[in-house]
């Protein structure tokens, strides 16, 4: 066990690497760039030149990458283009309120789809069967940027449920801990803080869980059924058994593994969703900042860091969902 | 009273579209307390459904199962379900065929056999797993405190159907339904196993009905035989008279087909010809009759009753192999 998590962290320190080096490029090579961006279209081009020199993007690209790498390995990604704040300073503002989002979105995602997909498969061609499968179809067709904005429309404009946008109502003072609003409200007892930043999470984290939602409640669906078609629950009625423990220790626990396959491969699309979601709600995440960041001037130095991080969070999450496979499967374990 | 009566037994399955199809028709029969019961017959002719629809295990839905199913008394087609899951595995218990894919492969056995008791017995899980523990000794598993923690592609196939028939025995049913229960066994774990299976009936009185394609299982075991073709007893007689003196051709010919060691030296093997798929409705007539040899004009003229014989069991032919020809 211990060298598969050996194996799997140097082939992760690998692709992070490679995955540096094209992001370094790729960003390089982007129309526009941070001297358009500072001194505007009608700066001269001895202006431009001086700029260019000074951020030190004259020289070779190796060259840049090279420097780039040397600091990285310090800790040090460098300051902000449009800021001048420390970009570590300026993600680590941003990481807590997206890994918030994103996983209140998960909750949502597998706290209701993978009850709904049980009972589709249980009620196999059925009236809920039907509705869950053309809802599912309908969640991962609609784009999260329309629905974002829809749910905003009906819920913050004409019927007042919940506020429109931000993680906090402006005013209110909370004590940051962790940088999840509603646990650092539980951790120092301010519970009307905790109450307020999950009043603000509700619409964004449906928004984003729109998409895992549909996906785990089909591959839930698909493999219950599969399972429902095994010898061994026929044993596990056979014996007389509740269908309380018929269904949770030889239906669920069996269907469950394509199931948490499914929730690692999601925090990519929860990742992107977030992007979008965090534009519609102004919600003040990495999403927010990457969008901030490009069209604000191409602030390479952030991009880089941002990108490298939602790489390695991706990354570390699939490895442990492989790992907590071997713990469910104990036939993977033996291999 | 009968431990199990089965009186008229029938099983359609019916899906939307699609014409609906008898898988099995009127079965009847009888199991005694203590007694060993052979279901015989091909694939596909009804065995198994019949064993499922006794159990209440068949899909709740595409199927009609009629007639009635009495244990001591009780009709189980008719309990509430769940009163029948009460009964299941504590009363009666079955064991199937294919011993890997009966276990749950993410559940160590033990478990597996202590639910049982948790169930009906309701035992702790500490005092289930003990009984696990020397149940799993009494069906011959070594080292099973070990086993306990195992999961089932640990053990081997022997092993596994072991422990799937330590769940069955589990809370001393007075009934156990054996669906094939050696046909995925290498051929000397089968015979294993089957002593096992006798050994444990007589020790315990527990009645056992066997499904089997397999004669030479029933030759070893059972009291009394059923011979199933296309969802109806064709033959039932007692053991020895069965082997002695098989009344119906198709029980003739499952009979003449066994390979014998001593038959000449480059004798073709006896077969009967078609396959199980060449049957006629019974409503036309005698489903056997177009692999029958000894098909008469009445076989196609609609389908013969069973009838008592001489010899104490029951047969359903227009015209039975002489009770003068032996079995070869």
């Not at chain 1, 026929?234 to 220790?249: N, P, S, V």
């Not at chain 2, 629809?53 to 009609?64: D, E, F, H, Q």
């Not at chain 2, 020397?134 to 159907?161: K, N, T, W």
Request: glycine share 8%; hydrophobic share 45%; with cysteine.
């Amino acid at each position: 066990m211990l060298r598969v998590i050996v194996r799997r962290l140097l082939q992760l320190v690998v692709t992070l690497m490679a995955l540096s080096a094209l992001i370094f490029i790729w960003l390089r090579n982007l129309p526009g760039g941070p001297v358009e961006a500072l001194l505007g279209e009608r700066a001269t081009p001895e202006r431009r030149a001086l700029l260019t020199k000074a951020l030190g993007y004259d020289q070779p690209i190796l060259v840049q990458y090279g420097k780039f790498m040397q600091r990285v390995l310090t800790g040090d990604f460098g300051n902000s283009i449009r800021t001048g704040d420390p970009v570590t300073e300026v993600i680590s503002r941003a990481f807590p309120a997206t890994i918030e989002l994103a996983l209140a979105a998960m909750i949502i995602a597998v706290g209701l789809g993978v009850p709904l997909g049980y009972l589709a498969a249980r009620w196999r061609g059925r009236a809920l069967d039907n509705l869950t499968i053309a809802g599912t179809l309908l969640g991962i067709s609609i784009p999260i940027f329309f629905l974002g904005y829809l749910l905003k429309d009906v819920f913050t404009q004409n019927i007042h449920w919940f506020p429109p946008s931000g993680r906090l109502t402006t005013g209110l003072d909370n004590t940051n801990v962790t940088g999840f609003f509603v646990l650092d409200g539980l951790l120092t007892r301010e519970f009307d803080a905790s109450a307020d930043a999950l009043w603000h999470l509700i619409l964004p984290a449906v928004t984003l869980a729109t998409i895992p939602l549909a996906v785990i409640v089909r591959i839930t669906r698909a493999s219950v059924l599969d399972v429902l078609n095994e010898d061994y629950v026929r044993t596990a009625e056979a014996k007389g058994l509740r269908h309380r423990t018929i269904r949770g220790r030889h239906i669920l626990r069996n269907a469950l593994l394509p199931v948490v396959t499914t929730i690692g491969l999601q925090t990519g699309a929860l990742l992107s969703g977030a992007v979008l979601t965090e534009k519609v709600y102004n919600w003040g995440g990495l999403g927010t900042l990457i969008t901030d960041s490009i069209s604000g001037g191409r602030d390479y130095p952030v991009l880089q860091a941002i990108i490298l991080l939602a790489a390695l969070v991706f990354v570390v999450v699939n490895l442990l969902v492989d790992l907590s496979y071997a713990f469910i499967d104990p036939r993977v374990r033996v291999r | 009273m009968s431990l199990l009566d089965v009186r008229d037994l029938s099983v359609v399955f019916q899906r939307r579209g699609e014409r609906p199809f008898t898988a099995v028709d009127k079965v009847s029969f009888t199991v005694e307390p203590g007694q060993t019961v052979g279901l015989v017959g091909e694939s596909g002719c009804g065995k198994s459904v019949t064993s499922l629809a006794i159990m209440g295990l068949l899909p709740k839905r595409g199927n009609k199962v009629t007639g009635e199913v009495l244990f001591e008394g009780t009709d189980l087609l008719r309990l509430r379900p769940d009163d029948l899951r009460d009964r299941r595995g504590r009363e009666i218990s079955m064991i199937f065929q294919d011993p890997l894919s009966s276990l749950n492969p993410v559940i160590p056995i033990g478990i597996q056999v202590a639910e049982v008791l948790e169930r009906h017995q309701g035992r702790d899980r500490k005092q289930a797993l003990r009984e696990s523990r020397d149940l799993l000794d009494a069906v011959g598993i070594p080292d099973p405190q070990r086993r306990l923690s195992e999961y089932p592609h640990q053990i081997s196939g022997g092993m596994r159907q072991r422990a799937l028939i330590a769940i069955a025995l589990a809370c001393k049913p007075r009934l156990l339904i054996a669906d094939e229960p050696t046909t995925a066994l290498d051929v000397t774990i089968q015979a294993q196993i089957l002593t096992l299976l006798k050994q444990l009936v007589d020790e315990t009185g527990t009645a056992l009905v066997m499904i089997t394609h397999d004669l030479g299982v029933v030759a070893g075991l059972c009291d009394t035989v059923n011979v199933l073709y296309g969802g109806k007893v064709v033959e039932r007689a007692p053991r020895h008279e069965l082997f002695a003196h098989a009344r119906h051709p198709y029980t003739h010919g499952l009979l003449n087909s066994v390979p014998r060691l001593d038959s000449p030296r480059g004798e073709r093997l006896h077969a009967i010809r078609g396959s199980v798929a060449d049957n006629i409705p019974w409503a036309e007539g005698c489903a056997f009759a177009p692999r029958c040899d000894n098909v008469v004009d009445a076989c196609l003229e609609g389908p013969p009753p069973l009838e008592p014989t001489a010899g104490g069991g029951d047969l359903r032919c227009n015209n039975p192999v002489s009770e003068e020809v032996a079995v070869r």
